[in-house]
């Protein structure tokens, strides 16, 4: 089984900072990575996915991928009480996905 | 509304008593997956289903059965529930194709209770 780590957190920032949100993984050939929201008591939804080394952005959002340090990061800029949630980062297997326990993010206003 | 709806939302029961819990979806996606969420918030992989047909089976107990009679739906049941059963249970779909099966689309949850 594919290994997904992070930090569970909880991770604090106030608003209108930047908040970084760190995954590592095992297995060198993995190709692409995703990372879901779950905010409290709802489902995970798709925010981000990358799979070329260096930085994607998409909004207030960047994900960036190192695959030989084997890890990828989620940074939110300009940090709102609204993107206090919980974020999974998941990695792919054969036929599914290898979720990571999750950070949990609080942005205080 | 296009979605992947699971029921009931809530579930509370006695142990050893045996449940079903339903996920549809109207997407037109071909792969189906039930996930189990623990208290931690870990979420784990229990089955997947392509097109009616069982692709994924990881370590669960056999009194978990899932059953899917189309390709737009994919049901739990659960014999004679235990007490670590209890858990949010999560349906999700997802089309076929690289970097698109990965983009699951989840169902609400069904959190379930067993006393």
């Known amino acids: 089984q594919k290994e997904v780590e992070q930090n569970s957190g909880p991770l604090s920032v106030p608003e209108g900072a930047i908040a970084s949100l760190n995954c590592t993984y095992s297995d060198r050939g993995s190709q692409s990575f995703f990372w879901y929201r779950q905010y409290s008591g709802k489902s995970p939804e798709l925010i981000m996915f990358?799979?070329?080394?260096g930085d994607k952005e998409d909004g207030r959002f960047t994900a960036q991928l190192n695959k030989a340090s084997q890890y990828v990061s989620l940074l939110i800029r300009d940090s709102q009480p609204s993107d206090s949630a919980t974020y999974l980062c998941?990695?792919?297997?054969?036929?599914?996905?290898?979720f990571g326990t999750g950070t949990r993010l609080t942005v205080i206003p | 509304d296009t979605a992947v709806s699971q029921t009931p939302k809530y579930l509370v029961t006695q142990m050893g008593n045996d449940k079903s819990i339903k996920c549809e979806q109207n997407l037109g996606h071909d792969t189906m997956y039930w996930y189990k969420q623990d208290s931690k918030k870990f979420l784990k992989i229990m089955f997947s289903?392509?097109?009616?047909?069982?692709?994924i089976n990881e370590t669960v107990p056999n009194r978990f059965s899932p059953k899917s009679p189309d390709k737009a739906h994919l049901n739990l049941h659960i014999n004679s529930l235990e007490l670590g059963d209890s858990a949010v249970y999560f349906c999700?779909?997802?089309?076929?194709?690289?970097?698109?099966?990965?983009?699951?689309?989840f169902g609400s949850g069904t959190q379930l209770s067993v006393l």
């Open positions: 990358i799979y070329s080394n």
């Open positions: 289903y392509n097109n009616k047909e069982l692709i």
């Open positions: 998941a990695v792919p297997g054969a036929n599914n996905l290898f």
């Open positions: 999700a779909s997802s089309r076929k194709g690289t970097l698109q099966w990965e983009k699951l689309l």
